[in-house]
Structures are given as C-alpha cells and as structure tokens.
C-alpha cells in the first residue's frame, strides 16, 4: 500500500511523531514521510492512504498543512483513505483555567486538519488522534512514539479495509 505521511512541525516534534509512523508503516507499506510544504504532485501518484497532521498553534493547524490540503487535487483525494493527527498539550497539564477554557472552545488542530480532508473527497477512516508534548516546545510526553506507531498499523489496517480496489478484487 502506497502511503504518504505529510507533516509540518514547528519544534521537532510533529516530525518525530510523523517518522515513527513511517518506521512502524515501512514494514508492509510503500511510506514516504514529507513535510507539508515539500509535496510535489508526483509524491502523491498512486497514493492508497494519506495521513496529514501538524502541531496545534493558535488552537488550529499551521499554514503549510493547510496549504498543502487546498492545493492538494481533488481528483486525487476523492474517495482515498485519509486520517489526521497533530501535538498537543494535553488539557490536565494546562495550568491557566482561561487557557483552558480557550482549548475547550476552539480545540486541537487534528479535527479542522481531518475536516479539511473530508472536503476534498478523502474517506476519514479514523478520528483525528493527538500526541502529547510536555510543554509548547517540547519534549514528547514519554510513550508517545511508541503509541504513534500503533495509530499508524491501526490506520493501514482500516486503509486497507476501506480500499475500494481490494473489496472490487
């Protein structure tokens, strides 16, 4: 299965998590990892499950990921299996109740990044999924690469059922 894991990152951790889920994918899949604003349109030829994801800043996704998604055709994405993740502190480990608060309202950038997907034809095949840092910049909160991973087999194997060319063969 052909499988493009696309991500922008603004501290390094995003990219750690994206490569994790291209160690853990490499095994049984065609992968390339990439950052959102290296996509080229071959880079997305043959393309069976994309997964896009990037930090949350701002309560939303950064540009590039944004970016990426619009410019992506939809011909292309119509009908692929897509899912989303981003980096996130994890609302217990925010001190300030407004800021909070604010997370609660507005929320992560996972869930735009899948609905921005969902528009351009993609088939969600999974919640979007958020990894925990331990602060803005970082580190990775322990365990996270490793629970990356797994996200990812689970996301090739719902891929992999949702296929339209498996179920028609």
Not at 125 to 132: C, D, K
Request: charged content about 30%; proline content about 5%; glycine content about 8%.
């Amino acid at each position: 299965m052909k499988t493009l894991v696309v991500y922008e990152s603004a501290f390094g951790n995003t990219e750690k998590i994206a490569y994790a889920m291209g160690k853990a994918l490499e095994k049984s899949d065609n992968t390339t990892v990439i950052r959102a604003d290296e996509v080229t349109p071959d880079d997305l030829k043959g393309m069976e499950l994309l997964i896009v994801g990037c930090p949350t800043q701002k309560f939303q996704a950064m540009p590039a990921s944004k970016t990426f998604i619009r410019k992506s055709p939809r011909e292309i994405l119509k009908d692929l299996p897509v899912a989303a993740f981003d980096t996130r502190i994890a609302l217990e480990d925010i001190h300030s109740s407004f800021l909070r608060f604010l997370v609660g309202t507005f929320g992560y950038a996972a869930k735009p990044l899948a609905n921005r997907l969902r528009r351009k034809g993609g088939i969600l095949i999974t919640l979007p999924e958020g990894f925990y840092v331990q602060d803005t910049k970082g580190p990775l909160k322990e365990g996270e690469l490793e629970r990356a991973q797994l996200w990812a087999e689970k996301v090739r194997q719902l891929a992999e059922e949702h296929n339209p060319a498996k179920k028609a063969g």
